[in-house]
């Protein structure tokens, strides 16, 4: 069975570029979790999806992040424009159920100069 | 609001010696409890999970009990390998409607032989 995957795995722009990130969660998981990893802390949630529905992302800053989860599986996050503070790894994950177990794609490192 | 507080690393130790990371968490109601461990180069993976009072969950070695008393869920393992090194992630799932898994800050185990 394939994992979550993401892509692309390292990402380097100049500060008010544009960026997105994709992931293909596991085949049958309905909730998806995109999390933020700042260096040497902890992953902290940004939004999580039941299905094609955002059902949290009071911690997405919306005045430059933006997702989309079409069709209730893969699933785009967007920062536009990037700032230095972006600099970090965004983290995708699925689940079947709410409280079950997260499996966790490779995440993809933003570096933005 | 709900919290998993673990000790600081990194954490030092030679192959086949005893291995404790501390933590304890906040939260209202009963959460499930886990431990992530993410080995370099690699996604955050599920090492193991209890998910009520005196539950002990079990792994490759490793062991944490879910003590509500103390609201701990530490893990240990009694040998530790050079093949363990990776950095630990305890995470509790509020078991509430709305919410999504909490993170520890992770530590950083490094096992020399």
């Known amino acids: 069975e394939a994992g979550v995957v993401q892509s692309p795995r390292y990402k380097i722009i100049e500060k008010k570029q544009p960026v997105a990130f994709w992931c293909n969660p596991i085949?049958?998981?309905?909730?998806l979790y995109w999390y933020l990893q700042n260096l040497g802390q902890g992953p902290e949630l940004l939004i999580r999806?039941?299905?094609?529905?955002?059902?949290?992302d009071s911690q997405l800053p919306k005045d430059r992040f933006s997702a989309e989860r079409l069709k209730g599986v893969d699933s785009t996050l967007k920062i536009q424009p990037a700032e230095l503070g972006d600099s970090a790894v965004y983290l995708c994950?699925?689940?079947?159920?709410?409280?079950?177990?997260?499996?966790f794609g490779e995440g993809s490192r933003l570096t933005v100069l | 609001g709900d919290s998993v507080t673990q000790m600081e690393g990194p954490v030092t130790l030679s192959e086949e010696a005893f291995l404790t990371i501390n933590c304890t968490y906040t939260a209202t109601g009963y959460p499930s409890l886990f431990w992530y461990v993410q080995y370099p180069g690699e996604g955050l993976q599920l090492l193991l999970k209890?998910?009520?009072?005196?539950d002990k969950g079990s792994n490759k070695g490793f062991e944490a009990t879910y003590r509500k008393e103390t609201t701990s869920f530490h893990l240990e393992k009694g040998s530790v390998q050079v093949s363990d090194s990776a950095v630990y992630f305890c995470a509790l799932s509020p078991n509430q409607a709305g919410t999504a898994l909490i993170f520890g800050k992770g530590t950083t185990l490094s096992v020399s032989s």
């Open positions: 994950a699925s689940s079947l159920e709410r409280t079950g177990e997260l499996f």
């Open positions: 999806y039941e299905n094609e529905e955002a059902v949290d």
């Open positions: 209890a998910t009520k009072a005196d």
């Open positions: 085949s049958g998981h309905n909730t």
